[in-house]
């Protein structure tokens, strides 16, 4: 197949490329290197995808909410299918910034969605967040939620994300999969990432600032799974559908801080800082339709990922 991947110099976008190149597809990425964190990770994150890929691999550098980067991406068509991975992150970030969120989460969504349209390219998987359940959802989360009380602009633009594809799929009949993430975790993360800011911080000595009593949880997700989710929507079209991709247990945030010490063999200390605003209690992924539709099943426990995490860490994270 030849696939278009979003994002593709980002976390999980890197890792996604890679995965398809590896298995024999071809890929065109696009990247605008936000400044949210270095290029030079993004650039380090490329050679991965390139060592990969070889010819197999095309790159555009640009930005999705210009027309003529999308004009650029299109004379590399015929697309199977959009891989839509690229956006703004950060819950906390938001808060200061929410534009530059709904430019580049909902804006450059919406003119892509109109240039497939436009194109007749009618198979997209779409980047969601567990972020969209908001902080009153039932635990563990449910595709069937309501999902209408984000808490963060980040949430927000993904929950309207998913809306305007749900419209595309409606008005236009596109074969739509929405991938709501959790927590994604693992080598190449993100500088920013808790996981990857509590290591930093470990390596160096230095106390972890820890929002709250410790006691809030999370259902993290080793990126390898996450790649493996993605890779199944691409398989397995569903016409519109909406799936968690999760790690399938929560760690409270206290666990998981020993968890990476032990990893790291660095002593813990603990800065406490008040609850951030934006984030949420918990986050519980129910993975019965994600098992059922996409043969889902994650591999990589908790502290099997730590582990692994920490040797990446080790050798190539931010110190």
Not at 49 to 75: C, S
Request: aromatic share 10%; glycine share 8%.
């Amino acid at each position: 197949m030849n696939i278009l991947v979003t994002g593709v110099a980002g976390f999980i976008g890197s890792h996604t490329a890679e995965a398809l190149l590896r298995r024999g597809d071809s890929v065109v990425g696009v990247d605008n290197f936000d400044p949210f964190y270095a290029r030079s990770l993004k650039e380090r994150n490329l050679d991965w995808v390139r060592q990969a890929g070889g010819a197999k691999f095309g790159f555009v550098e640009g930005d999705l909410a210009e027309p003529t980067v999308l004009d650029q991406l299109w004379q590399a068509a015929p697309f199977d299918v959009v891989v839509h991975l690229a956006a703004k992150a950060g819950v906390r970030p938001s808060i200061d910034d929410p534009a530059s969120y709904v430019r580049s989460n909902l804006e450059a969504t919406t003119l892509l969605l109109e240039k497939c349209r436009k194109t007749d390219h009618k198979r997209m998987v779409f980047a969601s967040s567990s972020s969209v359940y908001g902080a009153d959802s039932q635990a563990p989360f449910s595709e069937l939620a309501r999902c209408d009380r984000p808490v963060s602009p980040y949430a927000a633009t993904k929950r309207a994300g998913e809306l305007i594809a749900h419209t595309y799929a409606h008005l236009y009949g596109f074969d739509l999969t929405c991938l709501r993430f959790f927590t994604v975790y693992g080598p190449r993360q993100r500088p920013e990432m808790a996981i990857h800011k509590f290591a930093t911080a470990l390596w160096r000595g230095e106390p972890i600032a820890q929002f709250g009593d410790g006691g809030s949880s999370r259902d993290y997700t080793y990126v390898d799974d996450i790649t493996a989710g993605v890779l199944a929507a691409i398989d397995r079209p569903q016409g519109l559908a909406v799936f968690n991709l999760g790690g399938d247990r929560e760690t409270r945030l206290d666990e998981l801080v020993k968890m990476l010490g032990k990893a790291l063999n660095k002593p813990v200390v603990i800065e406490r800082k008040p609850d951030a605003a934006g984030d949420v209690p918990r986050t519980c992924a129910d993975l019965t339709l994600a098992r059922r539709c996409l043969g889902y099943a994650p591999q990589t426990p908790i502290d099997r990922g730590i582990e692994l995490f920490a040797r990446w860490f080790e050798q190539f994270g931010v110190k």
